[in-house]
Every structure is written in C-alpha cells, then in structure tokens.
C-alpha cells in the first residue's frame, strides 16, 4: 500500500473537526508552503486560491492509500477543490527541510468563491486558519 504526503490547513488540522478523517494517518510536521496564495473564509472552512497573499500555515500527515481516497470524496477532488502537490517547510526551526506535499486548493478562482471573505495574512505573512475561535491570520 501507498504512502503519501498531505499538507492540511483547515478543518482536517488536528485541533480542527474534521481530524477524525485522519486517525489512521501518521502526523510529519508543523509546516508552512514555499509558494505564497490567498485565502477566503466562508461557514466553517477556508479555502486556498492561487494567489500571492501570504504563504500558508498547516500540518503534513502521512496518509495510505484509502485515507487519500476518503479526502479526495471530502474534498470533492476534481469539482470543488483540486489536489496539488506543492513544496512546503517544515517548520520545526534552524533544521527546516522542504518536500513535496499534496494540497487541496480551490477550482474556479475567486469569482466561484465570491461568498467567502477574503483573509488577511498576519505580520510575518502567514495565513493560519483556526475555525473555533473564527480567529483568522
């Protein structure tokens, strides 16, 4: 069975309610992407858009190959969101290592997203969802 890397920043972080989806995946690290994107917050989850706003903050899980299947159905891979792979940081400080990720990103740029608020990335940047608080950076 396959592994795979994937980079989350929403509802599927661990402190998140969707996190049960990865209860069989092995967490890798704190990280943040290379690439800088936008954000937009709407009910209950964000969404990543191309863009040059600010990088964004997340986790890295190792998943197998069910658990990929089982995020793609969540994330409507293909229709709503499409899974890339982009280079994210480790976070973890001087001994930071960059790899490749799968993320899910969202398809039909702004104007299919126009209900969601666009998000401010914070001093350093950095955009880090949290949807209890509706804290947003």
């Known amino acids: 069975m396959s592994k795979h890397l ?3 920043y929403g509802t599927l972080k661990s402190d998140q309610r969707a996190a049960y989806m990865l209860e069989d995946a092995t967490f890798v ?3 943040v992407t290379v690439d800088r994107y936008c954000m937009r917050g709407g009910t209950g989850f964000p969404v990543v858009l191309p863009g040059d ?3 964004v903050v997340g986790e890295v899980w190792r998943v197998d190959d069910d658990t990929f299947a089982s995020l793609d159905r969540m994330e409507s891979n293909g229709h709503m969101y499409q899974r890339q792979q982009v280079s994210v940081c480790d976070d973890s400080g001087s001994h930071a ?3 490749k990720a799968w993320m899910y990103i969202g398809m039909g740029g702004v104007r ?3 209900g969601f608020a666009p998000l401010k990335a914070d001093a350093d940047g950095c955009f880090c969802w949290k949807s209890e608080d509706r804290e947003y950076a």
């Open 112 to 114: 299919r997203w126009r």
């Open 97 to 99: 290592e960059v790899f």
């Open 29 to 31: 690290a704190h990280a």
């Open 6 to 8: 994937v980079f989350v």
């Open 53 to 55: 706003d600010g990088h």
